[in-house]
């Protein structure tokens, strides 16, 4: 865990697993961590008062879902995210904070763009940026 002063600013993201892009997906014993080369975001107000930014992406997210089940892994899972929700306690979860770690049950349904699904039932999770986001700004109208 890298110590940080009082004065360094953690900057906070909002993303959401829908025409996110996963990269890659690796399961080891009761872990799954996904890798995005893109994902759906933005960065929430710097200074107070401030409102977020428009919708964009970013790119080089990573998602480590902890003590986990797979109830589906069905084909390739890559490429963009197609349909993605997320429930924690029951509830639909709409967007993620990022960085950000959670120690709670939670359900990740995953259809890609290719067909492939899969559905993970998760006790913790923890998201964060392996290196600069590099966002950008969506154009689409």
Not at 51 to 66: M, N
Not at 80 to 88: D, E, K, P, V, Y
């Amino acid at each position: 865990m890298a110590w940080r002063t009082p004065t360094e600013a953690v900057v906070m993201w909002e993303w959401q697993l829908s025409e996110s892009e996963v990269s890659d997906a690796q399961r080891r014993a009761d872990s799954v961590t996904l890798h995005f080369s893109a994902v759906t975001a933005r960065i929430l107000g710097m200074q107070a008062g401030e409102g977020p930014s428009a919708w964009g992406y970013a790119q080089g997210l990573v998602l480590d879902l902890h003590q986990v089940q797979v109830a589906q892994w069905e084909g390739f899972a890559a490429g963009r995210i197609a349909h993605g929700r997320l429930f924690q306690a029951g509830k639909l979860v709409p967007s993620l904070p990022v960085p950000a770690q959670e120690s709670v049950a939670s359900v990740w349904e995953l259809r890609f763009a290719n067909g492939a699904l899969l559905v993970l039932a998760a006790q913790a999770w923890q998201c964060r940026f392996a290196g600069e986001p590099r966002f950008r700004e969506s154009y689409a109208c």
